[in-house]
Nanobody, 123 residues
Framework: VQLVESGGGLVQPGGSLRLSCAAS????????MGWYRQAPGKQRDVVAL???????NYADSVKGRFTVSRDNAKNTVSLQMNSLTPEDTAVYYC??????????????????WGQGTQVTVSS
């Protein structure tokens, strides 16, 4: 399974960015899908996740500013980020929890990550 991200870059404080991620490969079904981020010297933390049923969870620091959305038919997820602040500067990683077929044709749940995309908020 491959996760390919796009949409990072440099934006001024108060600005907006939209990240996108597409999953492909040996996918039976995607369970949770969303975004994590890692700032320099810090651990990787969840930003926003959406389950297959449509439930969403957001980090407290982004509630009201960021919106995660999935297209289950296309195996894609997006993150709309508004009112960005310098504290949002980080590498953002797409994440997917995927049901895949093993070599013995058994279904198993696996975690996958994108390569990361840099988001820098600075004037």
């Amino acid at each position: 399974v491959q996760l390919v991200e796009s949409g990072g870059g440099l934006v001024q404080p108060g600005g907006s960015l939209r990240l996108s991620c597409a999953a492909s490969g040996n996918i039976f079904k995607i369970n949770a899908m969303g975004w994590y981020r890692q700032a320099p010297g810090k651990q990787r933390d969840v930003v926003a996740l959406e389950t297959a049923g449509g439930s969403t969870n957001y980090a407290d620091s982004v509630k009201g500013r960021f919106t995660v959305s999935r297209d289950n038919a296309k195996n894609t997820v997006s993150l709309q980020m508004n009112s960005l602040t310098p504290e949002d500067t980080a590498v953002y990683y797409c994440y997917a929890q995927v049901l895949v077929y093993s070599d013995t044709m058994e279904l198993r749940l696996e975690d996958y990550w994108g390569q990361g995309t840099q988001v820098t908020v600075s004037s």
